[in-house]
Every structure is written in structure tokens, then in C-alpha cells.
């Protein structure tokens, strides 16, 4: 029996940096996917090791589990269906595990992942042989919740292979969780992503589980459900960026001006709040989308704005919107700015060729381009082989 996870990413639609103030903010799951597949070896193929596969990074690592048992004693006995958090005795226990796979210098910052996978599979599954192999169609460290897609995949696979979770192993294709199931997996990958992130928001993971959209302010979410179909193209400007410093840089600009930047979270709030209502709205035919598309990107273009009045957009970032402002698109930064991900809304009736060339134009100053629904489904699992 194997069993295969898929955990979408997310975007920020509105009100990053200002939801550290207070704001409203909207995040939505994407259709672009992490992918974890987990088998257990049969008795006749005589294998006591536990494997992970990184496809996309060309990386393998394999602990024979008795060294598991040997460094993690009592991580076996923990019950899947009661998640706790990782201690820091446990952190630096399952790193010396990692760091004895010798993982080379320009791939480091991949070992807490691995780390993550090693207690998540040792809390949930014990000792037992596993081969568990990742791909992912997300960018790393972009701002596309990629960490928070891989604890969601780890999570599910390795609950659908568990005593906690009914399900149904004879289903062609993709399945989705109960309800109780999901929030079972929802807290699994938070724990995992405090691993990965300290002290996370538990936005990217939740977006990642459940799907659809969120609605979150002063640390209460709120699940909201899109009845539009969205299409983004999202350029990935491959800069690098320090989140804690653009957050802090936020921080230091409230300081020296805060009755502006009072404003200028407010006017976001109120961004957030409108684009959320537009959203939800029922839609009553093809005039009714375009009416609510062209609201969406003047509420994009608004936000837009008001980031850059807060100093986190980018040399990059103007690059890609001075692009697509030239075929009358309308974009803005998601996440942290700084460079990151740009979103740019594709409205139902543009042509394929404008699309065509708005990517030609972006690629040929060196960004990805990637096209992605908005707000769909979240983690599913599918099955194969034999029970």
C-alpha cells in the first residue's frame, strides 16, 4: 500500500505587513502543489531503513531505524492523534541525525525540512522502515508557503497510514479528509512549522489544509469561500529577501510617522475587508465577473500602492508591474515584498496571446512565470498497490 499527499501553496491577496498592525488580511490557497508519497517495505524485501527522497534537489538520506530508536528513545510511544510540540532537546537530537547525511553546503537550507520530516514520522509511525519520496511544483523561500505545503503533505500521508483517519483505500484518484481528520493534520503541520519557522502564524498551513481562503486579523482566522473563478499569473522575481527585517523596516517607519501609517493601515483593512465581501458575493453571469474583476484590480492596484508606502516593494517588483501595467494588467506584491512573488490578476476574457507575451517580456528579464487558479481545494490523498 502506498499512499500519495498533495498540499496547495498560498498567496497573500491583501494586507500583508499591515495584519502585524492590526489589519485585515486575505490569503487563498493556489493549484500548485507539494506531493509526498509514502510506502512501507514488505517483510520479503528485507529493509530496515527510513528514506527520504528530495527529487527536485536531486537529494536521498536513509537512517537505519534501530539509529533512530537509539538517539529518539521515547518519540515512538507519542499518540498521533494528541500533537505536541517539538522540544528543543529533541530539535538538537533529530539535527545530529541530519547532519550525519552530510548535506552539501549550497543545499543547507533544506535540513530543517529534513528535520521536521524526522519527527513528524518517528511521533506519528514509531520505528518502521518507510520510503517516503517529495516533489513540488513551488519555488522555495519565495513567499508561496512552500514549508507549510511539505508539513501539511508529511502530515496527511503519514496520518492516512495510521490508526487515527477512516478512509476509503479502494477510491480512484484524489480523496479528501473529514473535517476532524483535517484539523488533525492542520495542527500536525503547524507543529511541524514551528520547527522550520519558530514562532509561525499558523496562516500558510491552515490555507494549505483546508483550501479556499482565509480571512485573518489580530490572530483569529476565519475560513471564507470564493464563489468566482480567479486565475493569477505570478512571477517569481528570484530575489531573496529578509522577511523579519522587512517587517521590522515596517515597524521603524510606524515609529517615526504614526499617524500616517495609521492611515495606511486602515485603508488596507478596509482593502482587505472589500476585496473578502466582492469574493463571497454570489455571481450572477459573465458581467457580473467582469465587474467584480475590475473592483479586484483596482483594490490590487490600491494595496499595491500602500506597500510601497510602507518601503517593502523592490528594483524587481516595479520591474514586473511597469510590464504588465503596459498591457493594462493590474499586480501587486504578495508576502513579505523585497523582492518575493508578484500576483497579477488574468481577468476570464483576456486573450492567450497578451498572456503569451506579458510572460515572454517577464522571462526575458530573468523572473519564473507561473499560472495558478485561486482559492481551490486543499490537501488530498490518493492511493495505490495492494492492501
Known amino acids: 500500500m502506498e499512499v500519495r499527499a498533495r498540499a496547495p501553496g498560498k498567496i497573500i491577496l491583501a494586507g500583508e505587513h499591515a495584519v502585524v498592525h492590526g489589519s485585515t488580511a486575505v490569503a487563498a490557497s493556489i493549484d500548485l502543489y507539494t506531493y509526498v508519497t509514502l ?27 534501530g539509529r533512530i530508536k537509539e538517539v529518539l528513545p521515547d518519540l515512538g510511544s507519542h499518540a498521533a492523534s494528541s500533537p505536541s510540540s517539538c522540544s528543543s532537546e529533541t530539535i538538537k537530537a533529530i539535527t545530529a541525525l541530519v547532519e550525519e547525511q552530510n548535506i552539501p553546503e549550497a543545499k543547507i537550507g533544506l535540513s530543517s525540512g529534513v528535520t521536521t520530516f524526522l519527527w513528524l514520522y518517528t511521533s506519528i509511525h514509531g520505528y518502521k522502515p518507510a520510503k517516503t519520496v517529495v516533489t513540488s511544483e513551488l519555488p522555495l523561500g519565495s ?7 511539505l508539513c501539511v503533505a508529511f502530515s496527511a500521508a503519514l496520518l492516512a497510514l495510521s490508526d487515527f483517519v477512516t478512509l476509503d483505500f479502494s477510491h480512484q484518484g484524489w ?9 488533525l493534520v492542520n495542527k500536525w503541520a503547524f507543529e511541524g512549522e514551528k520547527i522550520i519557522h519558530g514562532k509561525p502564524s499558523g496562516i500558510d498551513n491552515t490555507v494549505s489544509t483546508y483550501g479556499n481562503m482565509i480571512k485573518f486579523r489580530s490572530g483569529e482566522l476565519t475560513r471564507i469561500k470564493t464563489n468566482m473563478p480567479l486565475k493569477m499569473l505570478i512571477t ?10 522587512l517587517v521590522a523596516s515596517v515597524s521603524e517607519r510606524t515609529i517615526r510617522h504614526p499617524e500616517a501609517m495609521a492611515s495606511v ?14 469574493i463571497q458575493s454570489p455571481v450572477t453571469g459573465d458581467l457580473a465577473i467582469t465587474e467584480k474583476e475590475e473592483k479586484l484590480e483596482e483594490l490590487m492596484e490600491m494595496n499595491q500602492g500602500l506597500l510601497q508606502c510602507m518601503g517593502v516593494s523592490h528594483a524587481s517588483i516595479e520591474t514586473v508591474l511597469r510590464s ?26 483576456l486573450s492567450g496571446t497578451i498572456v503569451d507575451k506579458v510572460i515572454a517580456e517577464l522571462e526575458s528579464c530573468g523572473f519564473q512565470c507561473l499560472i495558478a487558479g485561486i482559492g481551490g481545494r486543499g490537501m488530498e490523498i490518493s492511493f495505490s498497490g495492494s492492501s
Open 324 to 349: 504588465t501595467l503596459k498591457y493594462k494588467l493590474s499586480s501587486k506584491l504578495t508576502g513579505a515584498g523585497g523582492g518575493g512573488c508578484v500576483l497579477t490578476l488574468l481577468p476570464s476574457l
Open 236 to 245: 517569481n522575481t528570484k530575489v531573496g529577501r529578509n522577511t523579519k527585517a
Open 265 to 278: 493601515f486602515s485603508a488596507i483593512d478596509s482593502i482587505s475587508s472589500e476585496l473578502a465581501s466582492i
Open 39 to 65: 510506502g512501507f517495505p514488505t517483510p520479503s524485501d528485507n529493509d530496515d531503513t527510513l528514506k527520504l527522497h528530495l527529487k527536485d534537489m536531486d537529494l536521498e538520506f536513509s537512517w537505519p531505524v
Open 143 to 149: 513567499g508561496l508557503g512552500s514549508s507549510a505545503a
Open 175 to 183: 480523496q479528501m479528509f473529514g473535517d476532524s481528520e483535517l484539523d
